[in-house]
């Protein structure tokens, strides 16, 4: 969770006090009440533009120590770029920039002038975003809660001062509840695997009771009982035993199909039999991205009280080396009854998926059903940190994804499904196999997902650059990012809800 930090918003005046900010438009001059705040300086604005460089572009800032005609600390000015054809993800970004200069003054009262045209409730809840992800830091096994350096987090408070506050605090709660669950996919796949095994993440998910959610957990009889071979064997090394979590929302109208999602919850992979390499192998603390993403979703679709109903199930499984780890060559029966040659230990997650995938649909009959997974190195190689893949059988639903996508600035690019990566798959002892080999990697790890979702409209996000390891942006400096829930939600506000 961010630490030490708390956003108000009021529709007063700055008291003068602490850090004032204020906005400045590129190539504008200070408006409303950040020009009333201005000219009590006494200064020219113009003159001190011209002699810092400050032409009012993003990033540019003015910052003035103890101020004359003022009593607060300092005022610190920003630019804000052009409006003209910005989306909102740019406040979110600009909230992101703020809280980063904040932490470089060491700024503790902060009270942020925001009544210049244009800053509507949706923006002001964008910029609040922003604050709080990029505050976010997972600090929790630093001794005394000190960061990197030494220094122990100061307590924050920022006030946001606007014009009205109608309509403003319902915004940023139904803001917020993304943010909240962000927050809760980046602290699960930060966590470290010896702490965060698929016992303790069911833990953590059957706590979402507290916010209206019911909660389900299957042990590995349960499993077994339901048939589900191709999951239990990725398990089958490891001494903490796996579960399969459902969380369902019923915010919609009694009886309509839920929307599904699906996570995959490798809470370690070692690769199994197929051991991975040593280097990097830490990064595999990360391989539940997709359960973590489905968790963080459930959490803001059940605190900002979303009209639909909606189902998450996540398949929690360690992958490990040990005598009774399945094996290259090994032939599992899927929950489906569709047998699975092992050509690859490694390729784990799609096995995990797929009896997840289809006990969701057997079960809850979705009107629609997407998967999230750090499922394939390939993905990484094709897109990098910058998107998720996106694979459907429904051009209309991986439509409103992209939409999502752009929307929320979870961005998503959609790859190929053919009969020619089928192929690829075709085993000469069972159904299917689980490797096709190094080329097109992801796509056929889609072309086999989509043997376990029946003829339900489906979609799966191949989220292994996204969720983990990226470069540092305006809204996150952690290691885990939580991509997907903001994606998502976007994708459930824009289409399921009235």
């Known amino acids: 969770m961010p630490q030490n930090l708390t956003i108000e918003v009021s529709d007063s005046l700055p008291q003068e006090t602490g850090t004032i900010v204020i906005y400045v438009e590129q190539d504008g001059l200070p408006d409303g009440s950040a020009k009333t705040i201005w000219e009590k300086t006494g200064r020219d604005f113009a003159r001190i533009s011209r002699s810092t460089g400050f032409t009012g572009?993003?990033?540019?800032?003015?910052?003035?120590?103890a101020p004359e005609g003022l009593d607060c600390d300092r005022l610190v000015v920003l630019g804000r770029g052009k409006e003209t054809g910005v989306d909102l993800t740019v406040w979110s970004d600009r909230g992101g920039s703020l809280?980063?200069?904040?932490?470089?003054?060491?700024?503790?009262?902060?009270?942020?002038?925001?009544d210049e045209p244009g800053l509507d409730a949706a923006r002001i809840a964008e910029l609040a975003a922003g604050l709080r992800l990029r505050?976010?830091?997972f600090d929790k096994y630093r001794t005394n809660g000190a960061d990197k350096n030494g220094d122990k987090p100061m307590a924050v408070s920022i006030t946001l001062h606007v014009p009205d506050i109608n309509g403003i605090e319902t915004a940023l709660g139904e803001r917020n509840a993304v943010v909240e669950g962000t927050i809760l996919a980046r602290n699960l796949v930060n966590e470290p695997p010896n702490t965060l095994g698929p016992v303790e993440f069911a833990g953590v998910a059957s706590r979402l009771s507290d916010f209206g959610i019911s909660v389900e957990v299957l042990t590995p009889a349960e499993m077994a009982e339901h048939g589900m071979g191709a999951l239990l064997a990725v398990g089958q090394g490891s001494e903490r035993p796996a579960r399969l979590v459902i969380m369902q929302w019923q915010g919609g109208k009694k009886g309509d199909a839920p929307l599904a999602f699906v996570g995959k919850?490798?809470?370690f992979d070692t690769g199994g039999i197929s051991i991975k390499p040593s280097a990097s192998m830490e990064d595999m603390k990360g391989d539940m991205g997709g359960a973590a993403a489905v968790t963080g979703l459930m959490k803001a679709l059940a605190m900002r009280k979303a009209k639909v109903n909606a189902v998450g199930v996540i398949g929690l499984v360690e992958n490990m080396p040990d005598g009774k780890a399945y094996r290259p060559g090994d032939i599992v029966t899927s929950m489906s009854g569709k047998t699975i040659e092992i050509i690859n230990t490694d390729a784990e997650g799609r096995l995990v998926l797929a009896d997840a995938l289809w006990y969701t649909q057997d079960r809850f009959k979705p009107k629609a059903m997407i998967d999230l997974a750090t499922l394939t190195g390939a993905i990484l190689v094709?897109?990098?940190h910058d998107h998720a893949g996106l694979f459907s059988n429904t051009d209309a639903l991986a439509d409103q994804l992209l939409a999502a996508g752009q929307a929320s600035g979870e961005k998503l690019w959609r790859l190929p499904m053919a009969s020619a990566y089928e192929k690829l798959i075709e085993?000469?002892?069972?159904d299917i196999k689980n490797s096709g080999g190094r080329n097109a990697g992801s796509s056929i790890a889609a072309h086999f997902l989509a043997h376990f979702v029946n003829d339900v409209p489906w979609a799966h996000l191949d989220i292994a650059g996204a969720a983990f390891g990226g470069p540092a942006s305006e809204t996150n400096t952690s290691w885990a990012s939580g991509f997907g829930v903001a994606v998502l939600d976007r994708f459930v506000r824009d289409n399921y809800e009235g």
């Open 265 to 267: 919850g490798v809470i």
């Open 57 to 65: 572009k993003a990033g540019h800032m003015i910052d003035i120590v």
């Open 135 to 137: 505050h976010y830091k």
């Open 99 to 114: 809280m980063a200069k904040l932490e470089g003054l060491n700024a503790a009262k902060i009270e942020v002038v925001l």
């Open 427 to 430: 085993s000469r002892f069972a």
């Open 382 to 384: 094709a897109l990098a």
